[in-house]
Every structure is written in C-alpha cells, then in structure tokens.
C-alpha cells in the first residue's frame, strides 16, 4: 500500500524534529558530568570500553569513528590516569587488548551517575501525563533503534 504525499511529508517532518530533539538532548546530557578534566572524546572511548568490554586499539578506533593516531592519544592520556589498561592479544602477538582498569570503571560509574540525576531532575519537572509519553515514546524509539 502506498503512503500519500501528505504522510510521507509528515514523516519527514517528525524525523527532523525527533533527529533535532535527540541530538540536542544527548548533547545536553553529555555535559553533565563530574568535575574533571577528561576530555568528551576521552570520556567517550571510556565509556566503548566500559559497554565493550574489552577492544583493540583499531577496534575502539572505529567504534569511536575516529583515525588510529588519534585514538592511540586518547588511550595514552586515558593509561597516563590509570583508567585504562593494555593487555596482550591472546592470538596475536603484534596486538593488544584495552579495558577499563577498577579506576576506570569508577569514574564511569561516576559519569554515568551524574547524567542519570540530572535527566531524572529534568523529568521530575514534567506532569505524570508527560512523563508516560515519554515513557510510550522511549519504547517506541528503542523499536526503531533495534529497525
């Protein structure tokens, strides 16, 4: 069955506006943080590796869609602090394996926290009718997401 101009037009017109909503408020919530000075770039390699468990530097590379000398700074900065450690490939020799070290997982952890209150603080705010629709619009996305 073919969609009409009118609905093709109106599903465009919500990807605009769901794509502009998402963006700004994971951005918004990417600033929410513990104090520190890790970088967002930093942060983020972190965080692949928390969700990964363990990658290869070219792995977390590409995970992070970044070129490789710019990821082996950022793990070199992330190893300096003692967030993230190298361990040898099982398999291959002329590779190595990252993960979040204890420490690491710690400052996640903390990261992570400091994003979940502040949301939670923000949707606190909405009436209960609002924060259902949200509820209904997060299953719905999780649906799209998994399309």
Same mark, same amino acid.
């Given at each position: 069955?073919?969609?009409?101009?009118?609905? *093709?037009?109106?599903?465009?017109? =919500?990807?605009?506006?769901?794509?502009?909503?998402?963006?700004?408020?994971?951005?918004?919530?990417?600033?929410? !943080?513990?104090?520190?000075? &890790?970088?967002?770039?930093? &942060?983020? @390699? &972190?965080?692949?590796?928390? &969700?990964?468990?363990?990658?290869?530097? *070219?792995?977390? +590379?590409?995970?992070? !869609?970044?070129?490789?000398?710019?990821?082996?700074?950022?793990?070199?900065?992330?190893?300096?602090?003692?967030?993230?450690?190298?361990?040898?490939?099982?398999?291959?020799?002329?590779?190595?394996? =990252?993960?979040?070290?204890?420490?690491? !997982?710690?400052?996640? @952890?903390?990261?992570?926290?400091?994003?979940?209150?502040?949301?939670?603080?923000? =949707? +606190?705010? =909405?009436?209960?009718?609002?924060?259902?629709?949200? +509820?209904?619009?997060? !299953?719905?996305?999780?649906?799209?997401? *998994?399309?």
């Amino acid at each position: 069955m073919e969609r009409s101009v009118a609905e *093709r037009s109106s599903a465009e017109q =919500l990807a605009v506006s769901l794509r502009e909503s998402i963006t700004r408020l994971n951005r918004r919530v990417r600033q929410e !943080r513990p104090v520190g000075d &890790l970088t967002f770039s930093q &942060l983020s @390699a &972190l965080t692949s590796l928390q &969700l990964a468990g363990a990658l290869t530097p *070219r792995e977390l +590379a590409d995970t992070e !869609r970044v070129q490789p000398p710019t990821m082996t700074k950022i793990v070199g900065k992330l190893e300096e602090r003692g967030l993230v450690a190298r361990t040898p490939h099982p398999t291959d020799r002329r590779q190595v394996i =990252l993960a979040a070290t204890e420490q690491g !997982r710690i400052v996640y @952890a903390q990261f992570e926290k400091a994003r979940n209150e502040w949301l939670a603080e923000q =949707l +606190a705010e =909405l009436t209960p009718d609002e924060r259902d629709t949200l +509820a209904r619009a997060a !299953r719905i996305l999780q649906q799209v997401a *998994r399309a």
